[in-house]
Nanobody, 122 residues
Framework: QVQLVESGGGLVQAGGSLRLSCAAS????????MGWFRQAPGKGRVFVAD????????RYADSVKGRFTISRDNAKNTVYLQMDSLKPEDTAVYYC???????????????WGQGTQVTVSS
């Protein structure tokens, strides 16, 4: 069974950077769109970014555009989220997930990681 494992979260001051990683098990990683979502306390899970199977196409939520960069290494079965110029409102649990299609809806993603906490202090 495919598993996704996130890492790289932590506590950072506003304006700082973090790089999240999501490692996938199995041999079909390159066949799936990969996405990052986040969930703040008391709120729903929202789209952050996604990347096509080849890595050539990427999309971002307006709230992170210009500050976050999604990438993937299919040889390493890993997707990354580089987060720069972090703001306190970026504080959330961050999840990676896979989808068979191109979608910003969490309902279209079938496998999820356990999440990694990102906390940005002011």
């Amino acid at each position: 069974q495919v598993q996704l494992v996130e890492s790289g979260g932590g506590l950072v001051q506003a304006g700082g950077s973090l790089r999240l990683s999501c490692a996938a098990s199995g041999r079909t990683f390159s066949s799936y769109v990969m996405g990052w979502f986040r969930q703040a306390p008391g709120k729903g899970r929202v789209f952050v970014a996604d990347i096509s199977t080849s890595g050539e196409s990427r999309r971002y939520a307006d709230s992170v555009k210009g500050r976050f960069t999604i990438s993937r290494d299919n040889a390493k079965n890993t997707v990354y989220l580089q987060m720069d110029s972090l703001k306190p409102e970026d504080t959330a649990v961050y999840y990676c997930a896979r989808s068979s299609g191109w979608s910003t809806s969490p309902y279209d993603y079938d496998i999820w990681g356990q999440g990694t906490q990102v906390t940005v202090s002011s």
